[in-house]
């Protein structure tokens, strides 16, 4: 089974907080099969012919199977569309097995997976208002973004905390809006189980002086935008940097890489948890496939598909009691809706 075609669709949904823009992939096989991935890259939509020219003259022909060959090309030297063609080739495969992802990638270790959320910016109040309905929905794991001041960010939490009781475990993301300093006194001005980590306080993300933060930290330290490769959480666990990782499949170049870095992750005893950013619902099928199939990743799993007004699924991913249920059809689980791909669709620019 040879790769025949590959196009790519630029799409925008509507969703709370802003639209989200996320690139599909669609790779077709010389057998009449297809797949679908999906990733962000901030291409226009006037490129897409150039760029799906480009890379398809490298692709075509080549055995689907061949996934570690294909990833290893220089056209997909940047990962993020390495991810986005992996994910296809992983849905073509798997379908043709009849078989969902998670089977192929060693069996379905777990049938939901913990989900949390990233609270909408905003006022406190108004930031306390989404803490309490995702509470309702018993989403009780959920992030909150600094609000880029000291004082803002300490009574953000607290007033969350005030709102929420101990019901809800919230994570903090510093979005590396502090420097060293700044860092130090929020991580120690924190009561220590106002929260479970505080995550990427400053830009950056060194091993080493997380390392030193984390010496002086009365709360537990995360990582997400350092992490690149497995060997970035090798370097966290050798200067016992951080408690906790998090990983997105976009950002370490695809599915294989995404689990390598867990299994990293779990030899050093770091916590990991997956987050995958801007979906449409594809991308999130594919990473509960990875999430039902690797036992080390624990914790709830971050994505902003609870936020979505619509998705590109023929039917949308359940979510009750706080999980999400593995899709368990073939492939990544899921079927694209074509309407609704071309309603979204961005044409211009």
């Known amino acids: 089974m040879n ?158 905390r005030e709102a929420c009781g101990d019901r809800v475990q919230f994570r903090f993301d510093g979005r590396g809006r502090y420097d060293f300093g700044g860092a130090l006194q929020l991580c120690n001005e924190l009561e220590p189980d106002s929260v479970q980590f505080v995550l990427d306080p400053f830009a950056g993300g060194h091993a080493a002086r ?25 370097q966290l666990a050798r200067t016992g940097a951080a408690s906790y990782v998090m990983v997105d499949p976009v950002q370490v170049g695809g599915i294989a890489r995404a689990r390598q870095c867990a299994v990293v992750a779990d030899a050093a005893g770091l916590a990991a948890s997956l987050r995958i950013e801007g979906t449409s619902g594809l991308a999130l099928a594919a990473t509960l496939q990875l999430a039902a199939a690797t036992p080390s990743f624990i914790s709830g799993h971050e994505c902003s598909y609870p936020l979505l007004h619509d998705d590109i699924l023929a039917e949308p991913l359940r979510i009750a009691d706080g999980m999400l249920a593995v899709p368990s059809g073939p492939g990544l689980g899921v079927e694209v809706d074509r309407d609704k791909i071309e309603w979204y669709e961005v044409k211009g620019g």
């Open 3 to 160: 790769i025949s075609d590959l196009e790519f669709f630029l799409i925008e949904l509507p969703a709370s907080g802003g639209a989200v823009r996320s690139l599909l992939v669609r790779l077709a096989s010389d057998s009449g099969s297809e797949g679908w991935g999906e990733t962000r890259k901030w291409w226009r939509a006037g490129e897409l012919a150039g760029r799906r020219k480009g890379l398809l003259a490298v692709l075509a022909g080549r055995e689907v199977y061949d996934v570690e060959t294909i990833l290893a090309l220089d056209a997909l030297a940047d990962r993020a569309v390495a991810c986005g063609i992996e994910m296809a080739l992983w849905d073509l495969i798997a379908r043709s097995a009849r078989q969902p992802l998670c089977h192929l990638l060693g069996g379905g270790y777990r049938h939901s997976v913990p989900l949390s959320v990233r609270l909408p910016a905003g006022p406190p109040e108004t930031v306390a208002h989404w803490a309490r309905a995702f509470s309702a929905q018993a989403i009780n794991s959920q992030m909150i973004s600094s609000a880029g001041s000291l004082a803002a960010d300490l009574k953000l939490v607290s007033t969350l």
């Open 210 to 234: 997380i390392a030193m933060l984390r010496a002086q930290s009365r709360v537990a330290l995360g990582v997400f935008e350092a992490l690149q490769a497995p060997s970035d959480i090798v």
